[in-house]
Structure formats: C-alpha cells, structure tokens
C-alpha cells in the first residue's frame, strides 16, 4: 500500500488494523491463507477477563442486550447477557451473564423450560427481546407466545461475509481491549476455539457434542451491543414523547415548555448517539 501510496506509511496503517491476519490481506495484498487458523489468540482475550468475577450487574443506567444459540439434543443451549459501560474513560461491550444448558445422553432438553428460565434470567436486566440462531426459530417463537412469556426471539441469520466481518471487528474490540468477560472458563475456551478457514468461521466439534456454543452468541452480542445501545436511546425518547404529550393533553405542561424541552433533550440524545457509534 505504501509503495502506491507513498502518503501511507505502514506505521499508520499498522495502527488501523491491529489483526496481523487482516492486515496482511488488506495493505500487503496477500490472498488468505489456506490453513485454518485460531481467530482470537490467548494473548487477547486473557486481558479482558476480570478475573474471580463469576457475573456482572445489573448495572443501573445501562441498557442491556441478549443473545442464545440454541441446542436440544446434542448440541448444548447457551444464553449471554451484555451491555455497553464507561471504564477508566473508555467505552467497553460486556457480557454479563453466561449460561448454559447441556443435555444428556438420552434425554434432551424441553424447549418450554429453557424458555422459561430465559424469561426468569433476562427480567432483572429489563431485557425484553432475545437474538437467536435460525434453528426451532419458528418453533421457538410459537412457543413463547402459546406460553405468554414477555420475551420475543428475533432471527439472526448473517452471510458467510457478514459473520467473517462480525468475528473480525469483535476481535478488533479484543485487541484495543474494549471487552470486559467475566471469568467464566467455558466461555473463553469457546472463544479461543474459533477457526478461520478460507474466509469461512468454523466451529470445531468436541468430544461431549459441543459446538463451541457460547462463541456465536458472545461474539453476535459483542459486535452488537453499541448499535443495540443506539437504538435504546431512540426507543427511550419515543417513550419519553409521548409520556410528555400526555402531560400537555393533561394541563401538567404547557406546549411552549415542552417544545423548550424537546429542544434540550434532542441535543442530549445527539451526544448519546454519536458515542454510541463511536463505541
């Protein structure tokens, strides 16, 4: 890159794009490499992890986010909480919470009671919509409303480039250590397993029937969380509209006084989002 364009030096370019792998692809030109390769090294992911922390929060003032994969028979059903927090000046994405159900030879799990205990461990954290996997998607949200839990499932279905792309800027938040984990040792061996192969992630298989089941959703909540964060503050305000037009339609507040109001609060929300994309 910096021979074609002598402005860049590969200084800079090396300050941009802290993922070796990457940045040999993108400023040298080099074509993936052909062998499969680990994704996020020991050495970045070890520093995120607050050590003895077994869970975080619930924080107040933060909004949070969750994410599961889902397994029945052989494959393990895990569930992660997160948020976005402010620590020593910086912005980091947090996963709070980190469960998982494994089934047993013969028995698997009931899809009723998973959902279930999702509903129960989401509610102290005011979280009302759970991402999920493309499998017993349809089932699953039959389910949840024939039980009337206050949980909805939203499909995350990305490409094969959009998940290559997802699992890059995660590990990009790794290495700036925008990350915070809790020590949770399952959760970083799933992590630390992810394989890149040919521009494709892949999950290696374990003896017990794993699939590395808390890496898709830990790194589809991680790459998430600041534009979740984005689209709470715009939900907070269209709540907050309304809760102030009832207060006029009820004599409370006259309109010039809410129109001086709107005013400040929208420069208010234009701070919060341009730091909720900056996270």
Known sequence: ??????HV???????????????RREYLCEFASAAEECIYPAEAVDPCVRKGAVEFGPWVGCR???????????????????????EDGHRKAVIAVA??????????????????QWAVLVRPFLVPVI????????????????????ITLVLDRPTVVERLERHENVLAKFLSKEVLLPDHAQLRADILAVRRHLGQIRLPATSDGRHSDFAPPAVGLLASVAGATSRAIVEDR????????????????????????????????????????QA
């Open 9 to 23: 030096t590969e200084e800079s370019t090396r300050k941009k794009e802290r993922n070796e792998s990457k940045w």
């Open 64 to 86: 949070y986010v969750a994410w599961a994969d889902t397994g029945f028979s052989r494959n393990s059903c895990a569930l992660v909480i997160g948020t976005v927090i402010e």
């Open 99 to 116: 469960r998982e159900w494994r089934p047993r030879p013969g028995a698997p799990l009931d899809p009723a009671s998973i959902l279930r």
């Open 1 to 6: 890159t910096w021979i074609a364009a002598p």
């Open 238 to 277: 269209r709540r907050e509209n309304r809760r102030e037009i009832l207060r006029i339609v009820n004599g409370d507040v006259s309109p010039a006084e809410f129109a001086q109001a709107e005013r400040e609060q929208a420069a208010i929300d234009e701070e919060r989002m341009r730091n909720a994309r």
């Open 131 to 150: 991402v999920v996997d493309q499998y017993h998607f349809e089932s699953l949200t039959a389910l949840c409303a024939e039980m009337r839990l206050p």
